[in-house]
């Protein structure tokens, strides 16, 4: 399976800290991307980074990718108390994208 | 903002019964996916179509389940006789780019909640 795993599975931090998600992926992909998903709600896309690129930005998120180690991370700087949500990692499969199980960021007031 | 639109929100119904789940995915899109996901757990691929048929389908896509483009605008997703397991929050999202070498950006609906009693 081409499945993303996002460690942690939960993670609590006070308001202003910065949050740091990993994934890791299992076969050779050309793309990954980032959804979150606010809780009973839709998910939606943060950001999607290339095979050919380590790092991007979008406003207060950076993804970086590893493909020699099969690895993405999502940095939130500054957290706010807006961002408590899931946040997940996807990954192209055949006709399919596929999306890990998660990290529960949940941000204190 | 286009977005995509499910209907309905949440479903009840009896184990046996037949649920029709619809979608209006955005007008441009030409790739059509439904996921469920069970409470608080991952999210699961479950079909995906194109050029008004299946694309993939996953393991979770047995014979209780189709899907349709009835009219050009809609996309259903059909469980023919519902099981207690069936119970989940059922996405459907639709893209520009498929899912393969030029992946695109999935948007999601905001989901119909399938209850089985």
């Known amino acids: 399976s081409q499945q993303g795993e996002e460690d942690p599975q939960a993670l609590s931090i006070q308001e202003g800290e910065n949050a740091t998600m990993n994934c890791s992926y299992k076969?050779?992909?050309?793309?990954l991307q980032w959804y979150r998903q606010n809780s009973g709600r839709g998910l939606v896309h943060l950001i999607l980074?290339?095979?050919?690129?380590r790092e991007k930005h979008s406003g207060r998120l950076r993804v970086t990718l590893d493909t020699s180690k099969k690895s993405s991370s999502l940095l939130i700087t500054a957290s706010r108390a807006a961002d408590t949500a899931s946040y997940f990692c996807?990954?192209?499969?055949?006709?399919?994208?596929?999306f890990g199980k998660g990290t529960r960021l949940h941000i204190l007031p | 903002e286009p977005e995509v639109t499910q209907t309905p929100s949440h479903q009840v119904t009896q184990m046996g019964q037949e649920v029709i789940l619809r979608c209006v995915p955005i007008?441009?899109?030409?790739?059509f996916y439904w996921y469920r996901q069970i409470l608080g757990q991952k999210v699961e691929f479950l079909v995906s179509?194109?050029?008004?048929?299946?694309?993939?389908k996953s393991e979770i896509f047995d014979d209780q389940f189709s899907v349709e483009r009835p009219d050009g605008s809609n996309f259903t997703l059909k469980i023919r006789s519902t099981k207690l397991e069936d119970s989940a929050m059922y996405f459907c999202?639709?893209?520009?780019?498929?899912?393969?070498?030029?992946?695109?950006?999935?948007?999601f609906g905001e989901g119909s909640r399938l209850t089985v009693l």
């Open positions: 179509f194109y050029n008004n048929e299946i694309s993939e």
């Open positions: 980074i290339r095979s050919n690129e």
């Open positions: 996807a990954t192209p499969w055949f006709d399919k994208i596929i």
């Open positions: 076969t050779s992909i050309n793309n």
């Open positions: 007008s441009n899109h030409l790739y």
């Open positions: 999202a639709s893209s520009e780019l498929s899912g393969g070498a030029d992946t695109g950006e999935l948007f």
